[in-house]
């Protein structure tokens, strides 16, 4: 009997190539995502410490005003774009979780013929054994 040889085996191989395609793609979002969160607790926490620095003169008073409003306009920027990579991290999820299951269907689909193939395979070779062990028939010839 002929090998194993599972007739969607480059649609597999596709969807395999796929869904690593979809997850590298997850990975840098996610990546990008903790990268902007870095970000922001570093401006965060430059805004924390110019809100606990004293000044003692008003134009000093001003120059920090101005400075803590330039990095809550950096903090709500930082927001936007984290809910930007929040909202195509959850899409790239839906689509990760999709390629997925159609691997799956094929493996699952995969796995069904080679047991089948194996069964085959194994019926074969009971046959051939009984054929192999059955009795011969003693034919008796008569010669003239």
């Known amino acids: 009997m002929e090998e194993f040889n599972f007739s969607l085996q480059k649609v597999l191989d596709y969807r395999l190539q796929v869904e690593d395609q979809v997850k590298g793609h997850f990975a840098e979002v996610n990546r990008l995502e903790n990268e902007k969160n870095t970000e ?11 809100m606990e620095t004293p000044q003692f003169s008003v134009s000093r008073m001003q ?6 409003q330039a990095l809550n306009d950096q903090i709500m920027i930082c927001h936007d774009q984290l809910l930007g990579l929040q909202a195509q991290k959850e899409q790239i999820r839906s689509e990760l979780i999709e390629a997925q ?15 089948q193939y194996q069964k085959e395979l194994a019926r ?13 028939q003693n034919v008796n010839i008569a010669l003239p």
Do not use: C, G, N
């Not at 120059?63 to 803590?68: F, N």
């Not at 051939?128 to 059955?134: A, I, P, V, Y």
């Open 40 to 50: 922001l607790d570093q401006v965060m926490q430059e805004k924390d410490s110019m």
């Open 63 to 68: 120059v920090t005003r101005r400075y803590i």
């Open 101 to 115: 299951k159609q691997r799956k269907i094929l493996e699952r689909l995969k796995t069904k013929q080679l047991a």
């Open 124 to 136: 074969e070779e009971q046959k051939q054994l009984d054929d192999f062990h059955r009795p011969q």
